[in-house]
Protein backbone atom coordinates (compact mmCIF):
# COMPACT_ATOMS: atom_id res chain seq x y z
CA UNK A 1 0.00 0.00 0.00
CA UNK A 2 1.34 3.26 -0.96
CA UNK A 3 1.84 6.56 1.29
CA UNK A 4 -0.65 8.71 1.46
CA UNK A 5 -0.53 12.31 1.98
CA UNK A 6 -2.26 11.83 5.30
CA UNK A 7 0.68 9.50 6.02
CA UNK A 8 3.54 11.72 5.47
CA UNK A 9 1.24 14.58 7.31
CA UNK A 10 1.77 12.37 9.92
CA UNK A 11 5.10 11.51 9.26
CA UNK A 12 6.01 15.21 9.28
CA UNK A 13 4.20 15.66 12.85
CA UNK A 14 1.59 17.52 11.30
CA UNK A 15 -1.74 17.30 11.66
CA UNK A 16 -4.46 19.65 9.50
CA UNK A 17 -6.87 21.97 11.78
CA UNK A 18 -10.68 22.57 11.12
CA UNK A 19 -10.89 24.28 8.05
CA UNK A 20 -11.66 28.22 8.36
CA UNK A 21 -14.56 29.50 7.82
CA UNK A 22 -14.95 32.58 5.09
CA UNK A 23 -14.93 35.87 6.99
CA UNK A 24 -16.44 38.49 4.15
CA UNK A 25 -18.58 37.70 1.11
CA UNK A 26 -16.96 34.22 -0.56
CA UNK A 27 -16.39 30.96 -0.49
CA UNK A 28 -13.08 28.69 0.75
CA UNK A 29 -12.81 26.74 -2.15
CA UNK A 30 -14.63 26.45 -5.73
CA UNK A 31 -14.57 23.33 -7.96
CA UNK A 32 -14.91 23.48 -11.73
CA UNK A 33 -14.70 20.70 -13.32
CA UNK A 34 -11.01 19.01 -12.17
CA UNK A 35 -9.87 22.26 -10.64
CA UNK A 36 -10.31 23.05 -7.10
CA UNK A 37 -9.49 26.85 -6.24
CA UNK A 38 -8.74 27.89 -2.75
CA UNK A 39 -9.40 31.01 -1.47
CA UNK A 40 -6.24 32.43 0.35
CA UNK A 41 -5.02 30.82 3.66
CA UNK A 42 -4.26 33.16 7.02
CA UNK A 43 -0.85 31.47 9.09
CA UNK A 44 -4.00 30.55 11.56
CA UNK A 45 -2.78 28.23 14.33
CA UNK A 46 -5.45 27.24 16.77
CA UNK A 47 -7.77 29.77 15.61
CA UNK A 48 -5.38 32.44 16.43
CA UNK A 49 -2.29 34.35 13.87
CA UNK A 50 0.88 32.51 14.74
CA UNK A 51 2.26 36.09 14.05
CA UNK A 52 1.18 39.84 13.23
CA UNK A 53 3.32 42.52 11.69
CA UNK A 54 5.32 42.88 8.64
CA UNK A 55 8.42 40.68 7.11
CA UNK A 56 11.73 43.11 7.09
CA UNK A 57 10.37 44.74 10.68
CA UNK A 58 8.83 42.82 13.55
CA UNK A 59 8.50 39.13 11.64
CA UNK A 60 11.89 37.64 10.76
CA UNK A 61 12.46 35.31 7.89
CA UNK A 62 12.37 32.01 8.91
CA UNK A 63 8.99 33.21 10.92
CA UNK A 64 7.38 34.25 7.67
CA UNK A 65 8.34 30.85 6.36
CA UNK A 66 6.82 28.87 9.62
CA UNK A 67 3.88 31.47 9.05
CA UNK A 68 3.56 30.21 5.13
CA UNK A 69 3.75 26.44 6.08
CA UNK A 70 0.86 26.90 8.35
CA UNK A 71 -0.85 28.88 5.51
CA UNK A 72 -0.53 25.94 3.08
CA UNK A 73 -2.09 23.04 6.56
CA UNK A 74 -4.91 25.30 6.10
CA UNK A 75 -5.21 25.41 1.97
CA UNK A 76 -4.79 21.22 2.81
CA UNK A 77 -7.76 21.53 5.75
CA UNK A 78 -9.77 23.43 2.37
CA UNK A 79 -8.47 21.41 0.06
CA UNK A 80 -9.94 18.49 2.61
CA UNK A 81 -13.47 19.86 3.43
CA UNK A 82 -14.15 20.47 -0.33
CA UNK A 83 -13.29 16.80 -1.57
CA UNK A 84 -13.28 14.75 0.91
CA UNK A 85 -9.42 13.02 0.65
CA UNK A 86 -6.24 14.77 -0.01
CA UNK A 87 -5.62 10.89 -2.09
CA UNK A 88 -8.10 13.04 -4.88
CA UNK A 89 -5.17 15.76 -5.35
CA UNK A 90 -3.30 14.74 -8.60
CA UNK A 91 -1.67 17.56 -9.15
CA UNK A 92 -0.99 21.10 -6.86
CA UNK A 93 -1.06 23.34 -10.23
CA UNK A 94 -0.14 26.54 -8.54
CA UNK A 95 0.38 28.47 -5.52
CA UNK A 96 0.08 32.59 -4.95
CA UNK A 97 1.68 33.75 -1.80
CA UNK A 98 1.14 37.51 -0.63
CA UNK A 99 4.37 38.56 1.68
CA UNK A 100 3.34 41.60 4.15
CA UNK A 101 6.87 43.30 3.95
CA UNK A 102 8.86 46.55 4.28
CA UNK A 103 9.02 48.53 0.74
CA UNK A 104 13.06 47.39 1.36
CA UNK A 105 12.51 43.33 1.51
CA UNK A 106 13.56 41.04 -0.55
CA UNK A 107 13.55 37.54 0.77
CA UNK A 108 9.77 37.00 -0.29
CA UNK A 109 10.89 33.33 -1.82
CA UNK A 110 12.79 32.13 0.85
CA UNK A 111 9.18 33.15 3.06
CA UNK A 112 6.99 31.43 -0.12
CA UNK A 113 9.33 28.53 0.79
CA UNK A 114 7.72 27.22 3.54
CA UNK A 115 4.31 26.67 1.59
CA UNK A 116 6.22 25.14 -1.21
CA UNK A 117 8.85 22.50 0.37
CA UNK A 118 5.18 21.34 2.89
CA UNK A 119 3.13 20.91 -0.48
CA UNK A 120 6.14 18.78 -2.33
CA UNK A 121 6.77 17.12 1.17
CA UNK A 122 3.07 15.90 1.42
CA UNK A 123 2.30 15.38 -2.57
CA UNK A 124 5.66 13.95 -3.79
CA UNK A 125 6.44 15.52 -7.49
CA UNK A 126 2.64 16.13 -7.53
CA UNK A 127 3.30 18.87 -5.36
CA UNK A 128 5.71 20.61 -7.29
CA UNK A 129 4.00 23.40 -8.57
CA UNK A 130 4.29 27.05 -10.47
CA UNK A 131 3.84 30.13 -8.32
CA UNK A 132 4.01 33.52 -7.70
CA UNK A 133 4.99 35.49 -4.57
CA UNK A 134 3.97 38.73 -4.22
CA UNK A 135 5.11 41.56 -1.34
CA UNK A 136 2.13 43.63 -0.23
CA UNK A 137 1.58 46.04 2.58
CA UNK A 138 -1.05 44.79 4.24
CA UNK A 139 -3.13 41.94 4.58
CA UNK A 140 -5.76 41.15 6.66
CA UNK A 141 -5.82 40.75 10.33
CA UNK A 142 -2.27 42.40 10.24
CA UNK A 143 -0.67 38.79 8.68
CA UNK A 144 2.47 38.41 7.38
CA UNK A 145 1.66 35.69 5.05
CA UNK A 146 -1.34 34.24 2.75
CA UNK A 147 -1.92 31.62 0.70
CA UNK A 148 -4.10 30.45 -2.50
CA UNK A 149 -3.66 27.66 -4.38
CA UNK A 150 -5.37 25.81 -7.53
CA UNK A 151 -5.17 21.94 -7.73
CA UNK A 152 -6.03 19.33 -10.18
CA UNK A 153 -8.16 16.21 -8.32
CA UNK A 154 -9.17 13.22 -9.33
Known amino acids: ????????????????????????????????????????????????????????????????????QACLLNVLAQVEAAIGDLSRVKRVVRLGGFIACTPEFTQHAAVMNGASDLAVAVFGDAGRHARSTIGVPSLPLDAPVEVEAILEIG
Not at 12 to 23: E, I
Not at 30 to 50: A, H, I, Y
Not at 56 to 67: L, N, Q
Open 1 to 68: MSETPQDRLKALGLTLPQAAAPVATYVAAVQTGSTLVVSGQLPLVDGKLKATGKLGAAISPETGKECA
